[in-house]
């Protein structure tokens, strides 16, 4: 059983900084990926950053520069660091992880946290 459990969401001024973390499970295997993701009201999900086979970084366009992903292993921990925060940055960040399975990859969620961004 994969748990994900996000936190650090708030309410912060255009320019400022909040950093997300998301608790995993102790242990995890046949990793693919682990990520954040967003959505925003009316909106799809998209990719924010991710990190691929523990080696690879992915990061949207939108936010490169701007954010930074990263993982303690030892505490199960994955962050996501986000300076110059714009309001369209306004969403639900939610935490991913995409494990191998026969077949194909599947996705685990977490509940998601809000993020909102005044100007």
């Known amino acids: 059983q994969v748990q994900l459990v996000e936190s650090g969401g708030g309410l912060v001024e255009s320019g400022g900084s909040l950093r997300l973390s998301c608790a995993t499970s102790?242990?995890?295997?046949?990793?693919?990926?682990l990520g954040w993701y967003r959505q925003a009201p009316g909106k799809e999900r998209e990719l924010v950053a991710r990190?691929?086979?523990?080696?690879?970084?992915d990061y949207s366009d939108s936010v490169k520069g701007r954010f930074t992903i990263s993982r303690d292993s030892a505490k199960n921990k994955l962050y996501l660091q986000m300076n110059s925060l714009k309001p369209e940055d306004t969403a639900v960040y939610l935490c991913?992880?995409?494990?191998?399975?026969?077949?194909?990859?599947?996705?685990?969620w977490g509940q998601g946290t809000q993020v909102t961004v005044s100007s």
């Open positions: 990190i691929i086979s523990s080696i690879t970084t």
């Open positions: 991913n992880i995409q494990k191998r399975h026969v077949g194909g990859l599947r996705d685990y």
């Open positions: 102790p242990t995890l295997f046949n990793i693919y990926a």
